[in-house]
Every structure is written in structure tokens, then in C-alpha cells.
């Protein structure tokens, strides 16, 4: 997992810290206060904090003696990036087949004949002089 954007995504597959970046995206916070929804212990959430820091997600900074952990939101730009180009791919899919569908229901209509035409009731004989299933069946009986 060498690339970046695999490192992003590994990184929010755990639910623990999509929900840090989520509360991050408001605003910067220390690790304690990260810590405080959460019933595990700071070296816990230390360690989430360093995957996402490795991703490139969040970075810590120094301000007096806070190290407050910001979000870093150039990295979801690399992530949107990366999502509208199989979302157009997708789209541009979604298109074709509904051209398809289009064709196959002008198709369809254009090969379609009034519903009096081609249909024989049962028990009728056909042109040929034969009688139909249902006739055939009667007299089997009999």
C-alpha cells in the first residue's frame, strides 16, 4: 500500500476514525478530547491517530502545550478527484444502457401488432384445417 490514496482509504475503513476526521472537520482538536466519546484508552486513539496522520489525512501541531490534530482537507481533493472520474465512467454507463433500453422499447413497439391479429381462440380450427389443442384434448376424452 504505497500510494497515497490507498493509505486515505485504508485509513477510513475503520469507523473510529471516520468518525475523528468527521468530528475534526469541524475543528482542531488534542488527543484527549478525541479520546472522550470513545470507551478505549489514549494509546488507542493515539494509534488511530497515527494511521491517519501516515495517510496524510491529519497532522499534530505544536501551539504553547496543546498539540492540537488538524484535519488536513487537501487530501480529500485527491479523494474527490479520484471519485468523479468513475463517477463520469459510471454516468457515461448508466447512458449507454439507457440507450439501449430506448432502442429495445422502439423495437418492440414497432414489431408489435394489434392484439386482434395473429391470435386464434381456443377450440377454433387454424387455416390448415386442424383443430387446437383444446379440440384435440375433447376428443382424446371422449
Partial sequence: MSDQLSKVFAALADPTRRDMVARLSVTDATVNELAEPYEVSLQAVSKHLKVLEDS???????????????????????????I?????????????????????????SANTAPESVGHADPGTTSASGSATSTQQQSSKGA
Fill in 56 to 82: 496524510g489525512l491529519v497532522s499534530r501541531t505544536r501551539d504553547a502545550q496543546r498539540r492540537p490534530v488538524h484535519l488536513e482537507d487537501n487530501v480529500f481533493d485527491l479523494m474527490t478527484k479520484w
Fill in 84 to 108: 468523479e472520474r468513475y463517477q463520469q465512467q459510471a454516468e457515461q454507463r448508466y447512458q449507454r444502457l439507457d440507450a439501449v433500453l430506448t432502442q429495445m422499447d422502439a423495437d418492440v
